[in-house]
T-cell receptor, first 116, second 117 residues
Framework: EAEVAQSPRYKITEKSQAVAFWCDPI?????LYWYRQILGQGPELLVQ????????DSQLPKDRFSAERLKGVDSTLKIQPAELGDSAMYLC??????????????FGQGTRLTVV | GENVEQHPSTLSVQEGDSAVIKCTYS??????FPWYKQELGKRPQLIID?????GEKKDQRIAVTLNKTAKHFSLHITETQPEDSAVYFC????????????????FGRGTSLIVHP
């Protein structure tokens, strides 16, 4: 069964350092999302891509976060500099574009970030 | 933007009882409502979804109802089992019925369901 791949699974970094996460969506899924999930809460959308274009990044803290999907396939989310409050699970998800019968978002295993 | 409220935050039931989780949404344009189950340390996985042109959908022990007028939808689990214990998230989004439109699910804060044997 096809899955969304994310790496690393776990990351510990010191505050003020840079950190990057990688996501490879299910093949053929044009839509890719990055979510942040704080412990005990629901996922919050950071950024959504349609192919290589950003559809929504209104909730992305652009002073320190950046995301790219240069070839419309895999994606990288970067934080620089990391802050203590960034500790969370970062989930990547992908789906077929809207308008298809199956618009389910499939999630990766996530990257658990701890900033110390 | 869309705002999704989910209640209760914690639900404790005895095995065999029914469990109901309720969500409300704010954007009347939302037309797709998935429910995800997230077991401890694992990824969220879709368990059932409903579109705005349907009022109710059932899959074995799980059912979802949608009231578009009141802008609320609910998840019903019957004959609960210990393996149903997990965090359940509702979500609401637009674009599911629009060709080429964007699809941005907004999630509720989650309900921790505990099923006691």
């Amino acid at each position: 069964e096809a899955e969304v791949a994310q790496s690393p699974r776990y990351k510990i970094t010191e505050k003020s350092q840079a950190v990057a996460f990688w996501c490879d969506p299910i093949s053929g899924h044009a839509t890719l999302y990055w979510y942040r999930q704080i412990l005990g809460q629901g996922p919050e959308l950071l950024v959504q891509f349609q192919d290589e274009s950003v559809v929504d990044d209104s909730q992305l803290p652009k002073d320190r976060f950046s995301a790219e999907r240069l070839k419309g396939v895999d994606s990288t989310l970067k934080i620089q500099p990391a802050e203590l409050g960034d500790s969370a699970m970062y989930l990547c998800a992908s789906s077929l574009p809207a308008g298809r019968l199956n618009t389910e978002a499939f999630f990766g295993q996530g990257t658990r970030l701890t900033v110390v | 933007g869309e705002n999704v409220e989910q209640h209760p935050s914690t639900l404790s039931v005895q095995e065999g009882d029914s469990a109901v989780i309720k969500c409300t949404y704010s954007d009347s344009a939302s037309n797709y409502f998935p429910w995800y189950k997230q077991e401890l340390g694992k990824r969220p996985q879709l368990i059932i979804d409903i579109r705005s042109n349907v009022g109710e959908k059932k899959d074995q022990r799980i059912a979802v109802t949608l009231n578009k007028t009141a802008k609320h939808f609910s998840l019903h689990i019957t004959e609960t089992q210990p393996e149903d214990s997990a965090v359940y998230f509702c979500a609401a989004s637009t674009g599911a019925l629009a060709s080429g439109g964007s699809y941005i699910p907004t999630f509720g804060r989650g309900t921790s369901l505990i099923v006691h044997p």
